[in-house]
Every structure is written in structure tokens, then in C-alpha cells.
């Protein structure tokens, strides 16, 4: 039987992920920067992902969720021990979520850009979950890119979506 609080234990994972990149990372490579390739480092990176968590978090109990009233900590963007120590504490949140509250119905608003009549859009926790997932992913991926322009390889699998892992296990315990 599959887990009910799977995708809540997977964005825990890629929260982990997150503290353990940062473990002795030097504030040098957190901020490094390098124009025109890309004009943020991994600390604003984790800190766009982390905006997006703690919006979810604030507002899935009232069952509204507003991805652009983002708080954009400059202190957390700039320092990676005050960012470890902000991912931990979303960690801790996102574990006292309950797989009953998955299938709640949510209202989320996120500018993309367009004039729209009315911004805020249905979805559910669930959901929201799996779209953290994937935003985290891809900004885990641009911060790996950004590693290895520093010559730093990011840990094995880190920005690499799940199901791309489960692919690649699938055909290499095919091959001959």
C-alpha cells in the first residue's frame, strides 16, 4: 500500500537535500554570481523555493495560497547557515502536515504575467504538493549548473526529478 503522506515526506527529502548541500557551504559559493550565464547564485535560488514553501504553508489552512506575496529574505539569500536554519524550519512545518488534508481544496493565486478578471484558481493540497516538488526540482537543477560553474559537483541525483531517477534505475537493472 502506498504511503499516504508520500508527497509531503517527498518535498521533506528535497528539503533535506537543501540542508545537506548547505552544510559547510562557504558564503562565497552561496552568493557567486556569473553574468551573463546567470545572475543568481544558490542562495537566491533556495531562497525563491523557499518563499514558494512558506506561502504554502501559511495559507493552505485557510484554504487560500498566494505565491506572489512572496517575503524574499534578503538575510536568508546572502547567508547559508540562516538559510539551513529557515529550510529546517519548514521541514518541521511541512512534517506536521496531515495526509487527511491532501485532498482539501485550495484557491491559489500566481501572476503569470497576464491581465486575468480573476487571478485565483482551484487546486488542492495534494496538488500544491506536487507543484513544490517541481519547482523545486528545476531550481535544484539551475543550482547544481551553477555548482559545477564553480567546480563543485552537487551531491548524486540532487535537481534531478523523481521520476527521472526511477527511469534511469529502471533501464540500467534492464540492461545486459
Known sequence: ?????????????????????LTEMPPKIFTHKNPPLYQSGVGPHLRHCMDHMELFLQGYADGKV?????????????????MRL????????????????????????MD??????????????????????????????LIAMILRDQGIEA??????????LKHEAESSSCAP
Open 155 to 164: 551531491p548524486e541525483g540532487f535537481g534531478v526529478a523523481p521520476s527521472t
Open 66 to 82: 498566494d505565491y506572489d506575496q512572496r517575503p524574499r529574505r534578503d538575510v536568508q539569500q546572502q547567508d547559508p547557515v540562516a
Open 1 to 21: 500500500m502506498a504511503n499516504p503522506r508520500a508527497a509531503i515526506l517527498d518535498n521533506i527529502y528535497f528539503l533535506d537535500q537543501a540542508i545537506d548541500l
Open 86 to 109: 529557515w529550510i529546517g524550519e519548514l521541514s518541521k512545518k511541512m512534517n506536521d502536515l496531515h495526509p487527511q488534508d491532501l485532498s482539501r481544496a485550495l484557491k491559489v493565486k
Open 112 to 141: 503569470c504575467g497576464s491581465e486575468m478578471e480573476d487571478p485565483w484558481s482551484g487546486s488542492t493540497v495534494l496538488r500544491e504538493l506536487q507543484f513544490l516538488l517541481s519547482h523545486t526540482v528545476h531550481h535544484f537543477a
